[in-house]
């Protein structure tokens, strides 16, 4: 099997190959995610409608300005799909797609704002931002960037982020335990 280049926004990239790269392990939570964002957004749509429709006023206008609120929700929802194999991480969103190299890191920091990213960048200029989340809820993903990152920090690659990184180990540690107590009922 061949590889195939993708365009990636910040970039080219490679996107993950099973064959060249070892497994690809895949958000095990995103299709929960997904259909939640589907759920609300047709929850809303019907909502909407229905309150209309009792006053009386639900007109084709009207139900199309609902309609665009239902997709502008669902469209703000909608989880990024994060996936890594041995040396490149992909986040593919429901407009874009990103992927930076792992194995060739430079930067991992946190990113301003409300919603708490992990930002990821790499030497050759990707970029990925993601949802902390993703990683705990995750282990198995964690564990792939965790190795490519320390590949890229004995490289002498990685300037700054391992603090971060730390941080990420020990909430994926903390949840990997509690789940452990939860399951065997010492929790």
């Given amino acids: 099997?061949?590889?195939?280049?993708?365009?990636?926004?910040?970039?080219?990239?490679?996107?993950?190959?099973?064959?060249?790269?070892?497994?690809?392990?895949?958000?095990?939570?995103?299709?929960?995610?997904?259909?939640?964002?589907?759920?609300?957004?047709?929850?809303?749509?019907?909502?909407?409608?229905?309150?209309?429709?009792?006053?009386?006023?639900l007109s084709v206008p009207r139900a199309g300005l609902w309609t665009g609120l239902a997709v502008l929700l669902f469209a703000v929802l909608w989880p990024a799909r994060v996936s890594v194999g041995r040396g490149v991480l992909v986040s593919r969103g429901l407009l874009?797609?990103?992927?930076?190299?792992?194995?060739?890191?430079?930067?991992?920091?946190?990113?301003?704002?409300?919603?708490?990213?992990?930002?990821?960048?790499?030497?050759?200029?990707?970029?990925?931002?993601?949802?902390?989340k993703v990683l705990v809820a995750n282990p198995p993903l964690w564990h792939v960037l965790d190795r490519d990152a320390r590949t890229g920090a004995e490289r002498g690659l990685l300037r700054c982020g391992e603090r971060a990184l730390r941080q990420i180990a020990a909430r994926v540690d903390r949840e990997t335990a509690r789940t452990v107590f939860k399951v065997s009922g010492l929790e």
């Fill in 96 to 132: 874009r797609r990103t992927a930076v190299r792992t194995d060739r890191l430079v930067s991992v920091r946190w990113s301003d704002g409300v919603a708490q990213r992990l930002v990821l960048s790499d030497a050759d200029g990707g970029r990925v931002e993601i949802d902390p």
């Fill in 1 to 57: 099997m061949g590889h195939r280049s993708t365009r990636i926004a910040a970039g080219h990239s490679r996107a993950p190959r099973p064959t060249a790269y070892g497994a690809v392990v895949h958000d095990a939570t995103w299709a929960g995610d997904a259909r939640a964002a589907v759920g609300c957004a047709v929850l809303l749509l019907g909502l909407l409608f229905a309150i209309d429709a009792v006053a009386g006023t």
